[in-house]
């Protein structure tokens, strides 16, 4: 459950923005989570729920958007879309890949009061 | 971790530290003083849609903090001529053995250190401690990984440099994935009495380690398990993971696993 350790990061960030913005509260937070990453959406959108109150985003909506994964497939020279990590090339069926993008944990926007 | 929303960090207890709560510089737990039981029942605002709020772009990491200190971390140990060594396994693999047999194959060689990570008790750094190497024990409490902030604290109190420095890391396939601690390595033991499947189930551990040492082999005559399998499994998700075959009660393996760490240390050195 390591989401409760995320959420209270992101809490840090909101509470950092309305140090230096100075809005009153938070309505709606949008995050970008990788889909190859190790963050499961229903257990931080849980953790959120129990974390955020008493804070300025108690009561806010959590967007979370989803990264697609993509590698670098050694085998082909090219960049895959996969759905988890270990899925084969789907071009090839090869598992030499490298991956590029999908381990994001990204506080991207706030919608502020 | 509480019932309610899964967290625990006030729980973290360093050896030679007082109890979280007494002072402690960790401010994590914001709802702790609403009282867990009526917050569930707590009223709703609701916005008027009516209302516009204002835009803010934000676009930072939300690990940013842990990935800070971490970062620190790792300049201090590399000017310090220290090889971190992030051990990261499930419960029982053999994390704890495997290390005090290297402790005791290098005594005398390197100098050494070990922060030990567990939810509860000292056995652990006990253990270790009886070899004569110096031990740190953290306790998470409820909590399920280290974090950067808890080896930072823990490392100052070790007064260490120039040698290995090993973490090993709470028991747990998923949640010490995340989270950077300022290793050079992390390196995974997966034993054969799991399956050999364990790192397609919880491949972000596997896809983050150097090295893949699969412990417990003299147990191989007694059980189906295939090697290959395993090792294949591991390359799905990190082409590049080394992999050394080890067992700790036979001495299998250990020779090679202490060739990669000479090499590893020799490595940190030679760039300190």
Known sequence: ????????????LIREQQTSHGFSRVRRVVVEIGALGHV???????????????SPAADASLEILEVPGRAW?????????????????????GYTMIVEQGEEMRLKELEVL | MCGVCGCGDHETRIEQEKPAGAGAPRELHE???????????????????????TLLKVEQDILGRNNTIAAHNRAHFRSHGIL?????????????????ETLQRLS????????????????????IRATGVPALQINTGRGCHLDAEMVDTAFRRLHFHDGVLFIENVGNLVCPAGFDLGEAHKVVIASVTEGEDKPLKYPNLFAASSLMLVS??????????DVDTLIANARRVNPGIAVIQVSARTGEGVDRW???????????AATA
Do not use: Y
Request: negative net charge; contains cysteine.
């Open chain 1, 73 to 93: 497939c050694m085998d082909c020279s090219e960049s895959v879309t996969i759905g988890r990590r270990g899925d084969a090339c789907p071009n090839c069926g």
């Open chain 2, 84 to 100: 971190a060594l992030n051990l990261v396994s499930s419960p029982g693999a053999g994390k704890t053995t495997l290390l005090v």
């Open chain 1, 1 to 12: 459950m390591h989401e409760m350790a995320l959420c209270l990061g992101m809490i840090d």
């Open chain 2, 108 to 127: 005398g060689e390197l100098t050494m250190a070990v922060i030990e990570g567990d939810q509860e008790t000292s056995a652990d750094a006990d253990r």
């Open chain 1, 40 to 54: 499961d959406p229903h257990a931080l959108a849980f953790a959120f729920e129990a974390g955020a109150r008493e």
């Open chain 2, 216 to 225: 417990k082999v003299d147990l191989l005559p007694h059980l189906e398990f």
């Open chain 2, 31 to 53: 709802h702790a003083a609403a009282g867990h039981a009526q917050a569930a029942a707590a009223p709703v605002v609701r916005d008027d849609p009516a209302e516009r709020g």
């Open chain 2, 258 to 268: 202490l060739q990669w760490l000479g090499a590893a240390h020799t490595m940190a």
